[in-house]
């Protein structure tokens, strides 16, 4: 038993370690060429009794298809073995395929004026307050102090507000250091200039992530319609999207003091507060998990199929209409964000639990 162990953590190890994003799109006889050679490179060992079967290598003949795809997911529910699927609908229809998210988001200056990112040239775009807004070529919004200004101590708090929709999302280096990465569907609004402030507070709608330049003198602060995290210098997640059950702060480095209307929390590396109806609690996290969006992937450790449907529909910008009963459904697995749709959803249909159909804008599931 302990050898069968050994070797099923070698399986997963080689599954993680193949994992590619830059491999070709293959046709579906490539496809079943290429996952039955390394399935069979894979499992090349003794036969395992059936017992230690029901969930695990079920799970690697069904990623073996996928891992020529950049993407493997496997279902967490016990009760029922995995079966692969390899007449899928979704594979099919590539001509009806939809495109991943972009780099991009709208800025709204003081004045109203509002900008698409990705029609802006590279360089910058506008100054306000002191401070020079450009664009980068890598695609990052960045304020710095366009030059000594004798009158800047005199100049009211004026804010901008950078915007992304469903399938959008976007990088800003505040005025004063921090970066932020701002996930689809999200806003955050923040002053043009920190300088006479006595905090640097931000609104945050939907998610974020934070890298906040330390400065002790001015506290940092992420206020949602919900609660407020207060830092000085330190890396965070904060996910307050309204159609989620909680809102969630995930610390990666440093500490935050998570306060509400039910109490206030200090969170320690690796914690999460999840703000939920009347309570505020604190639990271990999954870091990689909670900021995979950022890194350009989905990460799922055993996610309620309802989340994960919410994500697609924010990343693809598409609408999910889910026509069965799924809430009982918990799924666990890695897809990069750059690939197009029809792959992420043959994923999940591996799983032989779901079906989709993709109909315009609109997926359905089956």
């Known amino acids: 038993m302990e050898k069968e162990n050994k070797e099923e953590q070698t399986a997963k190890y080689r599954l993680h370690y193949f994992r590619r994003k830059d491999v070709p799109v293959l046709s579906e006889a ?163 200039n920190f300088v006479n402030l006595k905090n640097r507070m931000v609104q945050l709608s939907g998610e974020a992530y934070f890298e906040v330049a330390k400065d002790k003198s001015h506290p940092f602060i992420v206020k949602t319609d919900r609660q407020q995290v207060e830092v000085l210098g330190t890396h965070f997640n904060v996910n307050s999207y309204g159609d989620e059950g909680a809102t969630r702060t995930t610390l990666l480095e440093g500490s935050v003091k998570v306060l509400s209307d039910k109490g206030q929390k200090v969170l320690l590396p690796g914690q999460q507060s999840q703000l939920a109806e009347n309570t505020l609690k604190v639990s271990s996290a999954d870091v990689n998990e909670t900021v995979a969006w950022k890194n350009g992937d989905f990460i799922f450790n055993n996610e309620a199929f309802g989340s994960i449907l919410r994500q697609l529909s924010r990343w693809y910008n598409v609408e999910i209409i889910d026509n069965g009963d799924h809430s009982g459904l918990h799924l666990s697995g890695t897809i990069s964000r750059s690939k197009n749709m029809s792959t992420v959803l043959k994923a999940l249909e591996v799983t032989g639990k779901v079906k989709f159909k993709i109909e315009g804008k609109t997926v359905v599931v089956e």
């Open 30 to 192: 490539e496809l079943e060429a290429e996952s039955d050679l390394i399935y069979r490179s894979l499992m090349k060992t003794q036969a395992i009794p059936s017992k230690t079967r029901k969930l695990w290598y079920p799970a690697v003949a069904a990623a073996a298809v996928l891992i020529v795809a950049g993407a493997y997911l496997f279902s967490y529910d016990s009760k029922t073995n995995i079966k692969p699927v390899t007449n899928s609908r979704v594979s099919k229809k590539q001509s009806n395929d939809i495109a991943p998210g972009i780099q991009t988001a709208t800025l709204t200056l003081a004045n109203g004026v509002k900008i698409a990112l990705s029609e802006a040239a590279n360089g910058k775009i506008a100054e306000q307050n002191g401070v020079s807004i450009s664009k980068t070529v890598d695609g990052k919004l960045v304020y710095s102090f366009a030059g000594f200004n004798k009158e800047i101590n005199t100049l009211s708090t004026v804010f901008n507000t950078l915007s992304t929709v469903k399938g959008q999302q976007y990088q800003v280096i505040l005025p004063d250091g921090s970066k932020v990465w701002l996930n689809a569907a999200s806003s955050i609004t923040y002053p043009a």
